[in-house]
């Protein structure tokens, strides 16, 4: 167990709908990432933020956005929602901003119909 | 250019033989490059990391070998057990921007046979 948590496990949409999806990171950590796996693209880096403010953009949709609470929790919102955003969408957490460890949470399972 | 290429894309292995998974990236800039170990379900986890100042690591039955001129690194799995059988991420950060994006290779799937 990595200390991370997200939520919800599962989740099963239509397209054209939104979604947000929650991560909590480790005690002490105010780095968090999200990252989107899919069978076909591997882990891909879509932001990160830290202590609340915004760090680095990688390839995020503009139907996508993000953001980190004072409680250091953050939400992932995706909207307008396609069949090709069905993935695996992971979340992890790291003490500084630095090129140091993350841990990543267990996943949101995200399937469009 | 930000990339990390890894090969090969999955691996079979008997148990008790070495595994060894490549990558190889472009950007010098990098100065961080972790090893990630993903099974069925579960989110990747930390498996070992190097820094450039070192040309090897070693933690346990897992190494670590890199190359700066090459700009290739390298995990090795001593011993390999079933219970190693996992999708492996090599990866790299630290580039230009100092903006901490982390670029993955693509995943190597480990079989070990029993």
């Known amino acids: 167990d990595s200390g991370v948590t997200q939520t919800p496990k599962h989740l099963i949409t239509a397209t054209g709908q939104r979604v947000t999806l929650r991560c909590s990171p480790r005690?002490?950590?105010?780095?968090v990432y999200w990252y989107q796996q899919s069978l076909d693209q591997g882990l891909q880096f879509l932001i990160q933020?830290?202590?609340?403010?915004?760090?680095a953009k990688g390839n995020i949709l503009e139907r996508f956005s993000a953001q980190q609470f004072p409680d250091l929790h953050s939400e992932l919102n995706l909207s307008s929602l396609e069949l090709g955003d069905s993935a695996l969408y992971f979340c992890?957490?790291?003490?500084?901003?630095?090129?140091?460890?993350?841990?990543f949470g267990p996943g949101t399972r995200l399937t469009v119909t | 250019q930000q990339q990390v290429k890894q090969s090969p894309q999955s691996l079979i292995v008997q148990k008790g033989g070495i595994s060894i998974i490549n990558c190889a990236y472009e950007?010098?800039?990098?100065?961080?490059f972790p090893w990630y170990q993903q099974f069925p379900g579960k989110g990747p986890a930390l498996l070992i990391a190097?820094?450039?100042?070192?040309s090897e690591k070693k933690e346990g039955r897992f190494t670590i070998s890199f190359n700066k001129s090459a700009k290739q690194f390298s995990l090795h799995i001593m011993d390999s057990q079933p219970g190693d059988s996992a999708t492996y991420f090599c990866?790299?950060?630290?580039?230009?921007?100092?903006?901490?994006?982390?670029?993955f290779g693509k995943g190597t799937r480990l079989h070990i046979l029993p």
């Open positions: 992890a957490s790291s003490v500084t901003s630095g090129s140091d460890e993350q841990y």
């Open positions: 005690s002490g950590d105010l780095s």
């Open positions: 933020y830290y202590n609340g403010e915004e760090r």
């Open positions: 950007n010098t800039a990098f100065d961080y």
């Open positions: 190097i820094r450039p100042d070192v």
């Open positions: 990866a790299a950060s630290g580039g230009l921007n100092r903006d901490d994006k982390i670029i």
